[in-house]
């Protein structure tokens, strides 16, 4: 049965590993379900306050991922229409492979404000530009954060081994 629960979370951590990178795919829970698949053997156990300090983490690092880009685009300027066409193009770009994963919230923001600011000649195109960096950065700070915890779960499951 060990061997099997240990298969089990090491695929959760691969998955979770790919989640970091597809949004469709929860990453950090994926693997914070890894270790305690491990912890459900007998031959690893974690103490009771490291899996609730990654519990913790893990649902900061869930909900930072979601409001992270969002703060993103307003702090580069962005309206709302961008933080919207930030999170289309995200979801468009689910669809289009890892480029479209890349792109499609840059390209959201840009097209969420021109369409907002449609006809009006006040916002200049170098600040609807900012706006979809100001969602590329944070789409990409957020991937780094998940990517850092994956992989600190990964050590320690593989440590404990």
């Not at 468009?92 to 890892?98: I, S, T, Y």
């Not at 840059?106 to 706006?131: C, H, T, W, Y």
Request: with cysteine; charged share 10%; net charge positive.
């Amino acid at each position: 049965m060990d061997v099997a629960l240990i298969v089990a979370g090491a695929i959760c951590l691969i998955a979770g590993l790919a989640g970091c990178i597809l949004p469709v795919i929860p990453g950090v829970p994926l693997a914070y379900v890894g270790m305690l698949l491990l912890h459900a053997t007998d031959k690893v156990q974690f103490s009771a306050k490291f899996l609730v300090v990654w519990g913790i983490v893990t649902v900061v690092v869930q909900i930072l991922d979601a409001v992270v880009p969002v703060w993103g685009t307003k702090a580069m300027g962005g309206s709302k229409a961008g933080v919207w066409g930030s999170t289309a193009g995200l979801v468009a770009g689910l669809f289009l492979g890892p480029w479209g994963i890349i792109v499609g919230p840059f390209a959201g923001a840009v097209l969420g404000e021109l369409i907002a600011n449609r006809g009006k000649d006040s916002v200049p195109f170098m600040q609807i530009l900012k706006s979809g960096v100001g969602s590329f950065a944070g789409l990409m700070a957020g991937t780094v954060v998940k990517m850092v915890c994956v992989g600190l779960m990964a050590y320690y499951f593989i440590a404990a081994l």
